[in-house]
């Protein structure tokens, strides 16, 4: 219940469901949506994971087989770009951190590789324009043991403690740019600094837009609630195995185009 009164996690459950904004459900993805939302087992789960685990939800929203935590960061990632795009400008993905010649970090667990990459950068987010801001997102299972433990805030702190660690002090004094990190719960919530920056975004992109404030948080919400759940809820239903499933390559895109009677 904790869960589910954290703000963002109720959006996809009250905003009308229109297709056109993605914000629509089909009947078994609302009922294991209300499931996931009380903490009710969804009917119909396999026994066991392709892993070999008990299939459970924790695991589920955990377990890498089929690629289902990796599909929930980048969503997150790209929508994020997307949102920053209209707020910011010099928007860009995985964008690289510049190598190292010799400085020194406080943290035994900074980053310190060349070629290390961050999620999203911007400029101009927090006023000025040469300002650049680099982003880092983190999507964590809150039933997992290892979040299960501490309460919702703290389990956010901790999260968001440990991306400035690794990135913070390399951000501010090697690119002389600022470090935020977007930290989600699975289940919808998101920790202060996520918190900030998307208060920051409605405020940029209704002024903008000339729309109300409270709007455009409310479409921001529900874009983020959504991508969560729906990739909670693939991680829930998606195919897992080891194997690959072999998929025809098409040749050329002529070819699809030809076939599928694309015109341009
Ligand atoms: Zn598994």
Redesign the pocket.
């Known amino acids: 219940m904790d869960l589910a009164a954290e703000k963002g996690a109720s959006n996809w459950l009250t905003c009308r469901p229109l297709k056109q904004h993605g914000f629509s459900l089909h009947k078994g993805a609302f009922r294991d949506a209300v499931c996931l939302r009380y903490g009710w087992t969804p009917p119909h789960l396999p026994q066991s994971?392709?892993?070999g685990?008990a299939f459970t939800v924790p695991?589920a929203l955990s377990?890498p087989?089929g690629g289902y935590p990796s599909l929930r960061h980048n969503e997150l990632r790209d929508l994020t770009a997307t949102m920053l795009t209209s707020a910011a400008h010099d928007v860009s993905i995985e964008p690289r951190l510049q190598p190292l010649s010799g400085e020194n970090f406080h943290h035994r667990t900074a980053i310190r590789e060349d070629g290390a990459r961050l999620d999203v950068a911007a400029s101009g987010v927090w006023g000025g324009r040469f300002e650049r801001a680099f982003f880092d997102i983190r999507v964590f299972n809150p039933h997992a043991r290892s979040n299960s433990v501490h309460s919702i805030p703290a389990a956010y702190a901790k999260h968001e403690r440990e991306k400035r660690r690794h990135y913070e002090e390399r951000v501010r004094e090697v690119e002389h740019a600022t470090f935020v990190p977007l930290v989600f719960s699975a289940t919808g919530g998101q920790g202060k600094a996520a918190t900030a920056l998307y208060k920051r975004l409605g405020l940029i992109i209704s002024d903008k837009k000339n729309e109300p404030y409270s709007i455009t948080m409310a479409w921001i919400r529900c874009r983020l609630g959504f991508a969560l759940l729906r990739s909670a809820i693939m991680a829930l239903r998606g195919h897992?195995s080891r194997s690959r499933v072999a998929v025809a390559q098409p040749s050329s895109t002529e070819l699809v185009a030809a076939e599928c009677n694309l015109h341009f």
């Open positions: 994971c392709a892993c685990a695991h377990c087989v897992r």
